[in-house]
């Protein structure tokens, strides 16, 4: 960060004359000599003097500008601290959206840049989600190929004819040596999977022919061997899915009831019955129903009033067991698994075995519902004591475990009978596979080359999805920082009331794109706004911005520097007076008592200059203001006393008169203010290009029979260039797209020389003494535009 009190001058590397030092902030005093540091400086320039480059140059991180304290030395630190004000900061921070938006919205500051990306971010996002949804349509295309593939594999391996399985197909061979009826009647589960992975060189396996003819042999080898069927039984083992442990636990848990009430008799006496909620729901429904007048037990009469506080003390009684949180825990207990015996083998088992099962399977299921029994028991009556220690579940299943794996030993060994018929299948089961491989040959390389091209265009597709996530999450943060405007639009609004007045012109928060500028209650379509309105907007939104989360009035005086490049000139002239109300507040702020911070105005516009410095003088007299006239170098200059028609006339005289100046070229328009002006106060004309000023002084040479001066008149037509090259409209007609002078450098000076000479014909003294000077001076400017006249019109 620079530190800004110290800042005297800046210097700037102009390529063509080296480096130029300017001493803005010097104070100069009436003397003209150094008297310290300037707070607020205030530089008056022609357009194209320069002063925009000083102003610009402020901000440029380049090694073409250096800031300098008063000895000179280099002020080093970033420049943070530093805010211009200028065109560029206006075309950066200004923006209307129109037809593309609900409601018609303008962005400040950041928001501009912010909507740029959002918008930028968003045709991006367009043209990936249209790659993408071209990408899946060839994935979908591929998969259908894909599907078609796996059909046409599945159909060769379950070919059946008219006549049922045919020989030709896997499953119409499996028919041969199956166990027993229907052993192969779905193809094992994956067993598409298993031919593409062992795929190999048909030229590496013996022929289908030959493969058939094993296959034959293998058959008839195992129809002779036996008709013995194996036996395909394995166990499935139990286990016990719930904690007994746990829910032993749970029971314990359970508290007592709050049992006795003195406050409420018959609550008492039904916990004191111990009865369960259903019986207490059935009481509530028979013994103390509607219907009922006397008790069924005791049959002594119920009042109506008795039965309603026994019907209440009973729910509020079951209100309390429900409500109760172990007893809830212990409702989630309760389990549903009843296990189911498995189907034994058809071997012979012992009738005891089979018995012996049968009793464990009945025994773990009435344990299974004592278990459960238990637990209701408990939750329908917390103060009664339950046990279940006595019973154990996982004695049984551990004995019916044991009792399955007897049986599967006996399984196996009924099954090792058959080791010969199981060699010979296995046999027939891999040469089937061998001939199936070859039977789907074709398919299963052209499903693997489809399946290859899907993985490939898949890892295409989940780049593009990581990509348009990343655009997403980006477009997500950057339409965020759209949704904090209401702040900022109330600080800009106080602003702009003192430009326009209270509720004039407003902004108001214009959801996630920007804000409504709404004037006297009715919304404003930003094509409306004047090109002043805007930069009146912006102005106020730069002010804001300097704040940087910090009030604005509080901000502006900690160590900064604020530049307002030529403030005036893009404002309408009818909020000229609102604008520099609005300067003067801002001014306030900046130069409190103690302030660190200072102010650089510069403008083209003597009245805008004299104005300003008189308001800063108004504002505070403890405020060191310098004020500058830029010409060519810093001047200290009092604004009262600049003479601006003086300066054009000496910029169109010192062009004329000095052949080597071919850059310095006066403006067109400053050419037109001086022959205007001269033309209203000398000859009471106003008509720039009106002629008959001009012949009137033409009759009066005549009539003094000046020859000379006659034929100038007669040659004079320079007042046809005074609108042509002042007016861009036309030069823009003439594709002087440029807007440069439409006469060359040689001809605009003879243009320039012969309005000097008409000025000077009509009045001889005129030049010399507006140019002022000395004695010495004049008599030397006089002289000049003598021979001037003399070699252009010959006298």
Same mark, same amino acid.
């Given at each position: 960060?620079v530190d800004i009190e110290?800042?005297?001058?800046?210097?700037?590397n102009?390529?063509? /004359?080296?480096?130029?030092?300017y001493?803005?902030?010097?104070n100069i005093?009436?003397?003209?000599?150094?008297?310290?540091?300037a707070?607020c400086?205030?530089i008056?320039?022609?357009?194209?003097?320069?002063?925009?480059?000083?102003?610009?140059?402020?901000?440029?991180?380049?090694?073409?500008?250096?800031?300098?304290d008063?000895?000179?030395?280099?002020?080093?630190?970033?420049?943070?601290?530093?805010?211009?004000?200028?065109?560029?900061?206006?075309?950066?921070?200004?923006?209307?959206? $129109? @037809?593309?938006y609900?409601?018609?919205?303008?962005?400040?500051?950041?928001?501009?840049?912010?909507?740029e990306?959002i918008?930028k971010?968003?045709?991006?996002?367009?043209?990936?989600?249209s790659?993408?949804?071209?990408?899946?349509i060839?994935?979908?295309?591929?998969?259908?190929?894909?599907?078609?593939?796996?059909?046409?594999?599945e159909?060769?391996?379950?070919?059946?004819?008219?006549?049922?399985?045919n020989?030709?197909?896997?499953?119409?061979?499996?028919?041969?040596?199956?166990?027993?009826?229907?052993?192969?009647?779905?193809?094992?589960?994956?067993?598409?999977?298993r031919?593409?992975?062992e795929?190999?060189?048909?030229?590496?396996?013996p022929?289908?022919d030959?493969l058939l003819? =094993?296959f034959?042999?293998?058959v008839?080898?195992l129809?002779?061997v036996?008709?013995?069927?194996?036996i395909?039984?394995?166990?499935n083992?139990?286990?016990v899915?719930?904690?007994?442990?746990?829910?032993?636990?749970?029971?314990?848990? /359970?508290?007592?009831?709050?049992?006795?009430?003195?406050? @409420?008799?018959y609550?008492?006496?039904?916990?004191?019955?111990?009865?369960?909620m259903?019986?207490l729901?059935r009481?509530?429904?028979v013994?103390?129903?509607?219907?009922s #007048?006397?008790?069924p037990h005791?049959?002594?009469?119920i009042?109506?009033?008795?039965?309603?506080e026994?019907?209440?003390?009973i729910?509020?009684?079951?209100?309390?067991?429900n409500n109760?949180r172990?007893?809830?825990?212990?409702?989630? +207990?309760?389990?549903?698994w !009843?296990?189911?015996?498995?189907? +034994?083998?058809d071997?012979?088992?012992?009738?005891?075995?089979?018995?012996?099962?049968?009793?464990d399977?009945?025994a773990?299921? =009435?344990?299974?519902?004592?278990?459960?029994?238990a637990?209701?028991?408990?939750?329908d009556?917390?103060?009664?004591?339950?046990?279940? @220690?006595?019973i154990?579940? #996982?004695?049984?299943v551990?004995r019916?475990?044991?009792?399955?794996?007897?049986?599967?030993?006996m399984?196996?060994?009924?099954?090792?009978q058959?080791g010969?018929?199981?060699?010979i299948?296995?046999?027939?089961?891999?040469?089937?596979?061998e001939i199936?491989?070859?039977?789907?040959?074709?398919?299963?390389?052209?499903l693997?080359?489809?399946?290859?091209?899907?993985l490939e265009?898949?890892r295409?597709?989940?780049?593009?999805?990581?990509?348009i996530?990343g655009? #997403?999450?980006?477009?997500?943060?950057?339409?965020?920082?759209?949704r904090?405007? #209401?702040?900022?639009?109330?600080?800009?609004?106080d602003?702009l009331?003192?430009?326009f007045?209270?509720d004039?012109?407003v902004?108001?928060?214009?959801?996630?794109h920007?804000?409504?500028?709404?004037? &006297?209650?009715?919304?404003?379509?930003?094509s !409306?706004l004047?090109?002043g309105?805007?930069n009146?907007?912006?102005?106020?939104?730069?002010f804001v &911005?300097i704040?940087?989360?910090?009030?604005?009035?509080?901000s502006?005086?900690?160590?900064k520097?604020?530049i307002?490049d030529?403030?005036?000139s893009?404002?309408?002239?009818?909020?000229?007076?609102?604008?520099?109300?609005?300067l003067?507040y801002?001014?306030r702020?900046?130069?409190?008592s103690?302030?660190?911070?200072k102010?650089?105005?510069?403008t083209h516009d003597i009245?805008?200059?004299?104005?300003?410095?008189?308001?800063?003088?108004y504002?505070?007299?403890?405020?060191?203001l310098?004020?500058?006239?830029l010409?060519d170098?810093?001047i200290?200059?009092?604004?009262?006393?600049?003479?601006e028609?003086? =300066? *054009?006339?000496?910029?169109?005289?010192?062009?004329?008169?000095?052949?080597?100046i071919?850059d310095?070229v006066?403006?067109?328009?400053?050419?037109?203010?001086?022959?205007?002006a001269?033309l209203?106060?000398?000859?009471?004309?106003?008509?720039?290009a009106?002629?008959?000023?001009?012949?009137?002084?033409?009759?009066?040479?005549?009539?003094n029979?000046?020859?000379?001066?006659?034929?100038f *008149?007669? &040659?004079?037509i320079?007042?046809?260039?005074?609108?042509?090259?002042?007016?861009?409209?036309?030069?823009?007609?003439g594709?002087?797209i440029?807007?440069?002078?439409?006469?060359?450098?040689?001809?605009? !000076?003879?243009f320039?020389? $012969?309005?000097?000479?008409?000025?000077?014909?009509?009045?001889?003294?005129?030049?010399?003494?507006?140019?002022?000077?000395?004695?010495?001076t004049?008599?030397?400017?006089?002289?000049?535009?003598?021979?001037?006249?003399?070699?252009?019109?010959?006298?």
């Amino acid at each position: 960060m620079v530190d800004i009190e110290r800042i005297c001058s800046i210097k700037i590397n102009k390529d063509y /004359v080296g480096y130029k030092k300017y001493p803005v902030f010097q104070n100069i005093n009436n003397e003209n000599e150094w008297a310290g540091l300037a707070q607020c400086s205030i530089i008056l320039g022609n357009n194209g003097s320069g002063k925009s480059t000083i102003a610009q140059a402020f901000k440029s991180k380049t090694n073409h500008v250096d800031l300098l304290d008063d000895d000179d030395n280099l002020i080093e630190g970033e420049l943070e601290n530093i805010y211009l004000f200028d065109e560029k900061f206006i075309i950066n921070n200004f923006r209307k959206l $129109e @037809d593309d938006y609900l409601g018609s919205i303008v962005l400040l500051g950041e928001a501009v840049q912010v909507q740029e990306e959002i918008d930028k971010l968003r045709q991006e996002l367009r043209k990936k989600t249209s790659v993408k949804d071209g990408v899946e349509i060839g994935i979908s295309r591929l998969e259908d190929k894909r599907d078609n593939l796996i059909k046409d594999i599945e159909n060769t391996i379950s070919y059946k004819d008219e006549n049922g399985w045919n020989p030709s197909s896997w499953k119409g061979r499996t028919q041969y040596y199956n166990v027993v009826k229907n052993q192969y009647k779905n193809r094992p589960a994956g067993y598409v999977e298993r031919i593409k992975e062992e795929t190999r060189d048909l030229g590496e396996m013996p022929s289908k022919d030959e493969l058939l003819k =094993e296959f034959n042999e293998s058959v008839e080898e195992l129809n002779k061997v036996s008709n013995f069927q194996q036996i395909n039984w394995r166990p499935n083992m139990l286990s016990v899915p719930f904690s007994l442990n746990k829910i032993k636990e749970s029971i314990d848990a /359970v508290q007592v009831l709050r049992g006795t009430n003195d406050t @409420d008799k018959y609550y008492q006496r039904v916990h004191q019955s111990s009865a369960g909620m259903e019986e207490l729901e059935r009481r509530i429904r028979v013994t103390f129903s509607k219907d009922s #007048s006397f008790c069924p037990h005791c049959f002594q009469d119920i009042g109506e009033n008795v039965k309603n506080e026994i019907i209440e003390s009973i729910n509020k009684y079951i209100v309390d067991i429900n409500n109760n949180r172990e007893i809830q825990e212990l409702q989630r +207990l309760k389990f549903s698994w !009843r296990p189911e015996m498995q189907k +034994l083998p058809d071997i012979c088992l012992p009738d005891e075995m089979i018995k012996s099962i049968e009793g464990d399977f009945s025994a773990l299921y =009435e344990i299974c519902e004592g278990i459960n029994s238990a637990i209701q028991e408990k939750i329908d009556n917390p103060d009664k004591g339950v046990n279940l @220690d006595d019973i154990d579940p #996982s004695v049984v299943v551990s004995r019916i475990n044991q009792k399955y794996n007897e049986i599967f030993k006996m399984v196996e060994k009924y099954n090792s009978q058959g080791g010969q018929a199981k060699d010979i299948r296995r046999r027939c089961e891999d040469i089937n596979h061998e001939i199936t491989i070859i039977e789907t040959y074709k398919d299963v390389q052209l499903l693997k080359e489809v399946e290859t091209k899907i993985l490939e265009v898949n890892r295409r597709k989940e780049n593009i999805e990581e990509e348009i996530n990343g655009i #997403s999450e980006r477009l997500g943060i950057e339409e965020a920082k759209l949704r904090s405007e #209401s702040e900022a639009a109330d600080k800009i609004n106080d602003l702009l009331s003192i430009v326009f007045g209270p509720d004039v012109i407003v902004l108001e928060a214009g959801g996630r794109h920007g804000y409504r500028v709404v004037n &006297k209650g009715k919304d404003v379509p930003p094509s !409306r706004l004047s090109t002043g309105e805007q930069n009146i907007l912006s102005l106020c939104y730069f002010f804001v &911005k300097i704040a940087d989360g910090e009030e604005y009035e509080n901000s502006l005086n900690s160590n900064k520097i604020i530049i307002l490049d030529d403030p005036i000139s893009s404002f309408d002239y009818d909020n000229k007076f609102g604008v520099i109300k609005l300067l003067g507040y801002i001014i306030r702020k900046i130069f409190p008592s103690g302030s660190s911070s200072k102010l650089l105005i510069t403008t083209h516009d003597i009245f805008v200059a004299h104005e300003l410095s008189k308001l800063i003088s108004y504002i505070s007299n403890s405020v060191v203001l310098q004020c500058w006239h830029l010409q060519d170098e810093l001047i200290s200059t009092n604004f009262e006393y600049i003479d601006e028609y003086r =300066e *054009m006339l000496a910029r169109m005289f010192k062009f004329a008169t000095d052949e080597t100046i071919v850059d310095d070229v006066p403006a067109a328009n400053e050419i037109r203010r001086v022959w205007e002006a001269f033309l209203r106060f000398e000859l009471g004309q106003s008509g720039v290009a009106n002629r008959s000023s001009i012949a009137k002084i033409q009759e009066y040479y005549r009539e003094n029979r000046m020859r000379k001066e006659c034929d100038f *008149m007669d &040659k004079f037509i320079s007042q046809v260039y005074i609108n042509t090259d002042s007016h861009s409209g036309h030069q823009m007609l003439g594709d002087n797209i440029s807007l440069q002078p439409t006469l060359k450098v040689g001809d605009f !000076r003879e243009f320039i020389k $012969e309005i000097l000479c008409f000025i000077h014909l009509v009045s001889p003294h005129h030049i010399a003494l507006r140019l002022g000077g000395n004695s010495e001076t004049i008599d030397g400017n006089r002289e000049k535009i003598d021979d001037l006249c003399q070699k252009i019109v010959g006298s």
